[in-house]
């Protein structure tokens, strides 16, 4: 039998022998080593393709600290361990690097390393890869020119705010994208930065149209696309998970730290953006209440759903129309005629769903049972017309019950 012969191809740069190694037990080294390749995680990658020459290029990454990067990869079947990053095509990638001038320790290692994936994932391989190896470099780069530094920059705060947004907006969810740019720089010093104020006006115009995008989104999840009433449930969860998330953002330190910094130039951009949380925060009262109403008609519907016959759905319904009576009663949200409506169709919409799975046609045009298929379709009949009288009954004792009060 023909098999395919693994080879290690090892990529070391020439000038190691000029830097002072860092000095490390046999044991220390060994076990740092086996970090990394519990942290590796490629497709494929098996226990057997780690090689004592593997093993090398991972301590040469801790013996020198000047190599700042790790990569791991496949060329083909062959493994390939390089202190660069690699020039093979591959399908996904391991990186690993260190902050400059970091000596790695056993005690502290899983604090102090970066690391990361490159996959088929486009979006999110390259903002991880940019965000965690890239942009730390940039930010400390002090060389540039003042206005090639600001083109930079600028450049790369869009970029990744829309990769960002691009990425995650996948997932349904909305991340900002947080620069880290100022975190370190004092407010008085930030404020006379005309070109970093510049760079984050255009990060805090971006937050806000997201934002607003973002709620308008949720906002398609219209009633008149939920299934049954425990899809409406679950949008509303949906929606106030999202709009937390959000409230989560706007108060991260970084976050406040710009605002705060664009507050002290009095930039109208920051003004827009923090006049959206007295939105989100009515959004998020909306969808709190409402989850905590529908809540109380998951069981029953989730219990109505696993009926088969559709003679057995009538005598389970009555206490569901009671608990939406409740609910347009009692909840600040679903107190109009439209949204009360809404769960009524839902309901109708799963006991005809029901009704349908119930039917099988094949008694009637392949087995030929015709009296058999007269009872199938008369049980579904008799199932939609009490399902109507039950409605009349619980809508009639509301009109009593809201006349009295």
């Known amino acids: 039998m023909y098999t ?14 000029k830097e002072k190694q860092v000095e490390y037990s046999p044991e220390e080294i060994d076990k740092l080593v086996s970090f990394i390749m519990k942290m590796t995680t490629l497709y494929d990658l098996r226990d057997d393709d780690w090689t004592e020459a593997n093993k090398e290029v991972i301590k040469n990454f801790f013996y020198y600290v000047s190599n700042m990067t790790l990569t791991v990869c ?22 690993f690097y260190r902050d400059p001038g970091e000596i790695f320790q056993v005690d502290t290692f899983h604090d102090k390393i970066h690391f990361g994936t490159v996959d088929y994932k486009v979006e999110g391989s390259i903002l991880r890869h940019i965000e965690l190896f890239y942009l730390p470099i940039f930010l400390k780069q002090e060389s540039w020119p003042d206005t090639i530094r600001t083109d930079i920059f600028s450049k790369m705060h869009t970029y990744l705010a829309r990769l960002t947004d691009q990425h995650y907006r996948m ?33 805090v115009v971006y937050w806000t149209r997201q934002i607003r995008l973002s709620l308008q989104d949720l906002e398609q999840g219209s009633t008149n696309e939920m299934i049954c009433p425990v899809e409406e449930y679950e949008f509303w969860k949906y929606r106030y998970e999202n709009l937390s998330l959000i409230v989560f953002q706007t108060n991260l330190p970084s976050l406040k730290k710009i605002c705060f910094l664009l507050n002290a130039v009095q930039s109208s951009y920051v003004k827009q953006f923090t006049s959206l949380s007295e939105e989100i925060d009515a959004n998020l009262a909306e969808a709190k209440s409402n989850i905590e109403y ?13 009926l088969k016959d559709p003679s057995d759905i009538p005598n389970k319904l009555e206490p569901i129309l009671h608990t939406f009576r409740f609910i347009w009663i009692n909840s600040e949200y679903y107190n109009t005629r439209e949204k009360v409506s809404g769960l009524f169709w839902m309901l109708s919409n799963q006991i005809i769903q029901q009704c349908i799975d119930f039917i099988d046609f094949s008694i009637v045009f392949k087995e030929k049972k015709i009296r058999s298929g007269i009872k199938m379709f008369e049980k579904c009949i008799d199932c939609c017309m009490r399902y109507i009288k039950t409605y ?11 006349a009295t009060v």
Do not use: W
């Not at 191809?9 to 020439?14: E, L």
């Not at 496949?74 to 990186?95: G, K, T």
């Open 4 to 17: 395919t012969q693994k080879t290690v191809r090892i990529i070391i740069p020439d000038d190691e022998e």
């Open 74 to 95: 496949f060329d083909e079947h062959n493994l390939l361990c390089s202190l660069n990053y690699p020039e093979c095509i591959f399908d996904d990638l391991m990186f």
């Open 171 to 203: 997932y349904g969810l909305c991340i900002l994208y947080i620069p880290t740019e100022a975190d370190d720089i004092d407010i008085d010093v930030g404020s006379r930065d005309k070109e970093l104020i510049k760079r984050l006006d255009s990060v």
């Open 294 to 306: 529908l809540q109380i008609i998951v069981r029953p519907c989730e219990d109505l759903r696993l």
């Open 392 to 402: 009349v009954k619980v809508i009639q004792l509301l009109y009593k019950a809201l």
